[in-house]
């Protein structure tokens, strides 16, 4: 059972998605001519210039927000190094004298608080050891994620020297 078809016939029994497929095509006529227009700048190009994301953020802000964020993690971390060594002194001259009390007391005081002391004071400066080497270790990465922040800002800018001439 072959039927003939008509494109006519078809457009008559749906009229809504006949205007409709006219309407799109003439709402992409018009857009097309709109966007195409040659005198001055073209509206795509004004278009494409307000759509495009470079424009969003504001990188000297940024790299400004950078140099502060490191700027204050250094002072913390030297603080942080200054009140280690603090406690370290402190707990020294409690062991000192922890250790001038114990050598005018007995001799079996004398051994137990010497030991005390010593274990302490040990234990006290491995503790602001180890707190400036991670306070370092830390002042290293951020310092290097500040620097990997300030190449790829860079890196976006229009006039940028590792950037193509092509512009895309």
Same mark, same amino acid.
């Given at each position: 059972?072959?039927?003939?078809?008509?494109?006519?016939?078809?457009?008559?029994k749906? #009229?809504?998605?006949?205007?409709?497929? %006219?309407a %799109?095509?003439a709402?992409?006529?018009?857009a097309?001519? $709109?966007?195409?227009?040659?005198?001055?700048?073209?509206?795509?190009e004004h278009?494409?210039?307000?759509?495009? #994301?470079?424009?969003?953020?504001?990188?000297?802000? $940024?790299?400004?927000?950078f140099g502060?964020? +490191?700027?204050?993690?250094?002072?913390?971390?030297?603080?942080?190094?200054?009140?280690?060594?603090?406690?370290?002194?402190d /707990?020294?001259?409690?062991?000192?004298?922890?250790y001038?009390?114990?050598?005018r007391?007995?001799?079996?005081?004398?051994?137990?608080?010497?030991? /005390?002391?010593?274990?302490?004071?040990?234990?006290?400066?491995?503790?602001?050891?180890?707190?400036?080497?991670?306070?370092?270790a830390?002042?290293?990465?951020? /310092?290097?994620?500040?620097a990997?922040?300030? +190449?790829?800002?860079?890196?976006?800018r229009?006039?940028? #020297? /590792?950037?193509?001439?092509?512009?895309y």
């Amino acid at each position: 059972m072959v039927q003939q078809f008509n494109a006519l016939a078809e457009i008559r029994k749906h #009229p809504g998605i006949a205007g409709a497929v %006219v309407a %799109v095509l003439a709402g992409v006529g018009l857009a097309t001519l $709109l966007l195409n227009q040659r005198s001055g700048s073209t509206r795509f190009e004004h278009l494409r210039d307000r759509i495009n #994301p470079r424009g969003w953020v504001d990188t000297a802000a $940024l790299r400004d927000q950078f140099g502060d964020l +490191a700027r204050s993690v250094r002072q913390g971390l030297d603080e942080a190094g200054e009140r280690a060594g603090d406690l370290g002194e402190d /707990t020294r001259d409690k062991a000192g004298r922890w250790y001038r009390d114990a050598r005018r007391s007995s001799r079996k005081s004398l051994k137990r608080h010497g030991k /005390t002391a010593r274990r302490y004071a040990d234990r006290a400066g491995g503790y602001a050891r180890s707190h400036a080497r991670e306070g370092g270790a830390i002042l290293a990465i951020i /310092t290097i994620a500040a620097a990997v922040g300030a +190449a790829a800002l860079e890196a976006r800018r229009e006039n940028a #020297p /590792t950037r193509s001439k092509s512009g895309y």
